[in-house]
């Protein structure tokens, strides 16, 4: 993975002033682009939009520095009004274009490159099972893409199902984990600005084809799953696992994502409050 990461690296740094293609980028990474936006951001701490931005705002210094007029590099870079270039520069650099060539003034932002740290002795739990097919069954809406935090529209997906709902998910379950799941797929493609919406599911795992207007049925096709058992504080330890998969496991390990819903569980601990045991499925295949 870190590989394909570098190579993303690459092809940006070669296409800062022209479009850069989803479609591109993607395949360079190997994985979905929703899954690629989750590991760039784990791993570098900013979104792919922000790198792209800063990346550009740091080359447009350079050649204002270099004696370019401010229009031509705000046109070089994509921007489509002088008081736009204008505006993002003096958010990123605390100062105006103009005074680049002026003042010799100048801000850096260097291309990234990925690579492993190993860190501290930690060790992260994990198995690969292989499963057949099966369908998510439940509820589900359309939420903003929310990679830290609480997504509050979630959460009003959960406070909204019915007892006629559960109780039809709950007649439907017969796969293990024999637990209410939470699924995500179907992201949407505003890439470039980390924007837009994916479908959330929350629901169970069957093998019933069968199924009422009121809940959604997703099919799954038979895949390995890539499993991480975690325990403690919610929702931080659930928070941190999904970091460190990843940011540590999946760029070192010998699998990729697939483009297959990525679901988790959740079971609050009713002995110590505040705790909770969480499981996270990734769907994963060997790299070729």
């Avoid at 190579?7 to 190997?30: C, W």
Wanted: some cysteine; charged content about 25%.
């Amino acid at each position: 993975m870190l590989k394909e990461l570098n190579g993303v690296i690459d092809y940006i740094e070669e296409h800062l002033t022209d479009h850069l293609s989803l479609e591109r980028i993607s395949e360079y990474a190997g994985v979905s682009d929703y899954h690629l936006r989750k590991i760039f951001f784990y791993l570098s701490g900013m979104t792919l939009s922000e790198y792209i931005k800063n990346r550009r705002l740091s080359e447009a210094n350079k050649d204002l520095l270099n004696g370019e007029k401010v229009t031509d590099v705000a046109f070089k870079y994509g921007y489509q009004s002088l008081d736009g270039f204008t505006r993002a520069f003096k958010r990123w650099s605390g100062f105006l274009p103009s005074d680049v060539s002026k003042k010799g003034i100048s801000k850096v932002f260097p291309k990234l490159s990925f690579v492993i740290t190993i860190k501290g002795g930690s060790t992260m739990e994990f198995r690969i099972e292989d499963k057949p097919a099966f369908n998510l069954v439940g509820v589900s809406r359309r939420v903003p893409m929310q990679f830290e935090g609480v997504n509050m529209e979630i959460v009003k997906l959960a406070q909204s199902i019915t007892d006629q709902q559960r109780a039809e998910m709950h007649s439907l379950q017969n796969m293990e984990p024999y637990e209410i799941v939470n699924a995500s797929y179907d992201a949407d493609a505003n890439f470039l600005k980390e924007e837009g919406y994916l479908t959330h599911l929350i629901g169970v795992l069957t093998t019933e084809e069968q199924v009422s207007d009121l809940l959604e049925k997703v099919p799954v096709p038979a895949c390995t799953w890539a499993i991480f058992p975690n325990e403690g504080p919610f929702p931080d330890t659930l928070q941190t696992t999904m970091a460190r998969i990843y940011s540590e496991w999946l760029p070192s390990s010998n699998y990729e994502v697939i483009k297959v819903p990525t679901f988790s569980f959740t079971k609050m601990n009713e002995h110590k409050k505040g705790y909770a045991y969480s499981e996270v499925w990734i769907p994963v295949r060997k790299k070729h």
